[in-house]
């Protein structure tokens, strides 16, 4: 899998843009600064870079190190940091109540079983009063096949989070097509399931 993503990465340009997810950019106003980010999966860094621009203090893990090379480039041109760290997800040891905030964006390269793993983990990492934000496309994007997973098991639908994130409160969860601009990968009309969640205080 990291061979995978790290010649995804080897090109000149940035695979997904250097531009924050539009989702998260609209969460802007759910963000305090001073407080500690997750960028889960960040790759190539526009979004974990663009949370440390709204203040907060980002931890971006990615499985590349190719990507985390240019995340690194990308952040001194900003004028930002980032604590980058390479994690093999399917294997990391999730920190206990670590996070104020956890942004995971497109990260649906695990199937079920090693996903349910992984959102056990985002519960565990949030601190009580945490904010979710997850974005990941649903099941009609097999059909649009601009961008995503090929397995519709990788997919996200309202009922999958609704369930996997019970014990969190629920602030926005929203099935949508949308068209996206994304660099190369993402790009053209997407279905989309937005997850904003927060762990109870």
Known sequence: MTAFWNERYTREDYLFGVA???????????????????????GEGRN?????????????????????????????????????ELVDLADWTWPEAAYDVIAGIFIQFLGPE?????????????????????????????????????QRDNLYTE?????????????ELVSYDAEIAEGAAHNGLSALV???????A
């Open 20 to 42: 924050p997810n539009a989702f998260l950019a609209r969460q802007a106003p759910r963000l305090t600064a001073g407080g500690r980010a997750l960028a889960i999966a960040d």
């Open 48 to 84: 974990g870079i663009w949370l440390a621009e709204q203040g907060l203090s980002v931890h971006a893990v990615d499985a590349s190190s190719v990507a985390q090379d240019k995340a690194r480039r990308l952040a001194a041109e900003r004028g930002v940091s980032l604590e980058l």
């Open 114 to 150: 090693p996903r349910a793993k992984m959102f056990e983990g985002i519960r565990r990492a949030l601190k009580p009063g945490g904010l979710l934000l997850l974005e990941g496309y649903g099941p009609k994007q097999l059909e649009y096949r601009t961008g995503g997973p090929g």
């Open 159 to 171: 009922e999958l989070l609704r369930d996997a994130f019970a014990d969190l409160e629920i602030v």
């Open 194 to 200: 937005d997850l904003v969640a927060r762990k109870p």
